[in-house]
T-cell receptor, first 114, second 114 residues
Framework: AQTVTQSQPEMSVQEAETVTLSCTYD???????LFWYKQPPSRQMILVIR??????QNATENRFSVNFQKAAKSFSLKISDSQLGDAAMYFC???????????FGKGTRLSVIA | GAGVSQSPRYKVAKRGQDVALRCDPI?????LFWYQQALGQGPEFLTY????????KSGLPSDRFFAERPEGSVSTLKIQRTQQEDSAVYLC????????????FGSGTQLSVL
């Protein structure tokens, strides 16, 4: 079974600084999708960024970027120029196909210090 | 609708009561997922529908949990004889079913069993 591990229960960052959230996963599949979701106190999961495993180029969305290391099964999220609105729970998630559910990690709570 | 809608937002039940949680997915989305999220944890998969067919219910924790989607749109998650360990946020997500289909989440129903 696929598993997703987030080893940092909590992280903090100064406003305008950069922070990296870690994620590792375990799978025997060769093709899959990886995601980072943000969950603010409103509880609604918001997609931050996604990566297809067959793409070697790391995904980037504005201030958010990933470091995807397929051989190491690592998928970290970098947030640049952190803003107060970035404070939330961040979940790493894995999906092996269009008809399969997302498998989530336990999450990392990010605090942003003004 | 514009997004995934879940109701009620909060539900308090006495132990032993039956509850029904509703999910109204994005119009036209064929895939629908239910997740259970305990406090401070990542979402755990419960069950998956493609249209009206329940293709995977491997995550349902017991036979007290039942889900349906009779017309391939609105879905209901029913929990019979609720117990304290059922207290959690129940999230619903839908997707178009395409290979890259992003899961769109509702804001969840927070169930408290007293």
């Amino acid at each position: 079974a696929q598993t997703v591990t987030q080893s940092q229960p909590e992280m903090s960052v100064q406003e305008a600084e950069t922070v990296t959230l870690s994620c590792t996963y375990d799978t025997s599949e060769s093709d899959y999708y990886l995601f980072w979701y943000k969950q603010p106190p409103s509880r609604q999961m918001i997609l931050v960024i996604r990566q297809e495993a067959y793409k070697q180029q790391n995904a980037t969305e504005n201030r958010f970027s990933v470091n995807f290391q397929k051989a190491a099964k690592s998928f970290s999220l970098k947030i640049s120029d952190s803003q107060l609105g970035d404070a939330a729970m961040y979940f790493c998630a894995y999906r092996s196909g269009r008809n399969t559910p997302l498998v989530f990690g336990k999450g990392t709570r990010l605090s942003v210090i003004a | 609708g514009a997004g995934v809608s879940q109701s009620p937002r909060y539900k308090v039940a006495k132990r032993g009561q039956d509850v029904a949680l509703r999910c109204d997915p994005i119009s036209g989305h064929v895939s629908l997922f239910w997740y259970q999220q305990a406090l401070g944890q990542g979402p755990e998969f419960l069950t998956y529908f493609q249209n009206e067919a329940q293709l995977d219910k491997s995550g349902l924790p017991s036979d007290r949990f039942f889900a349906e989607r009779p017309e391939g749109s609105v879905s209901t998650l029913k929990i019979q004889r609720t117990q304290q360990e059922d207290s959690a946020v129940y999230l619903c997500a839908s997707s178009s079913g395409r290979a890259w289909g992003e899961l769109f989440f509702g804001s969840g129903t927070q169930l408290s069993v007293l």
